[in-house]
């Protein structure tokens, strides 16, 4: 089985200074999240068919929300996913992260009006593979948005695109 891997010793100084009020009390820090979602890996859940990335998703973020202590189910279909815990998921079980529209590392904020930027996300990329019905989390890499590009090589390619994507290098875990 695949090494997990936490990119980022700590959050960004804004999430640090976010987790000492009152308000944001319950949002755990980097390295707890990285621990919670680590348990994750093996775990199987039903593959809802070969082209529905977009349910393997919502099935992956139902059991990230369990093992982060979360008592119900919140997917609004916004970023971050887990917006308590600033936190965005991704499953992988292709070689290229789409991004979407914005980059980790912006230091653009996540909203008006909001202190949180994307780089203060916390990201958690989770490899899986499809057996038979069933698919089977490998592995687990947490970063900070800040952090994401250090682990992770930013892929500008010559095709222009509506989304960000890298590719995942292909030794990765091996």
């Not at 980790?104 to 057996?131: K, M, N, T, W």
């Not at 010559?158 to 875990?173: E, M, T």
């Amino acid at each position: 089985m695949a090494s997990n891997v936490l990119v980022s010793a700590s959050d960004t100084a804004t999430v640090q200074a976010l987790r000492a009020t009152e308000k944001w009390c319950h949002l755990f820090d980097v390295t707890e999240i990285f621990g919670n979602l680590s348990r994750l890996v093996g775990k199987r859940f039903a593959n809802p068919g070969k082209d529905q990335e977009r349910g393997r998703g919502a099935l992956l973020h139902q059991l990230v929300e369990l093992a982060l202590g979360e008592e119900e189910h919140t997917d609004t279909g916004r970023f971050p996913d887990v917006p308590n815990q600033l936190l965005e998921l991704k499953l992988q079980t292709s070689p290229t992260i789409d991004l979407g529209l914005i980059s980790p590392d912006s230091r653009d904020a996540i909203q008006e009006g909001c202190d949180v930027s994307h780089c203060d996300i916390r990201y958690a990329i989770f490899y899986a593979h499809l057996d038979g019905d069933d698919v089977v989390l490998d592995s687990v890499v947490v970063a900070t948005g800040e952090d994401f590009f250090n682990f992770f090589r930013r892929f500008e390619g010559r095709v222009i695109n509506r989304k960000r994507q890298i590719p995942l290098p292909k030794d990765l875990f091996r």
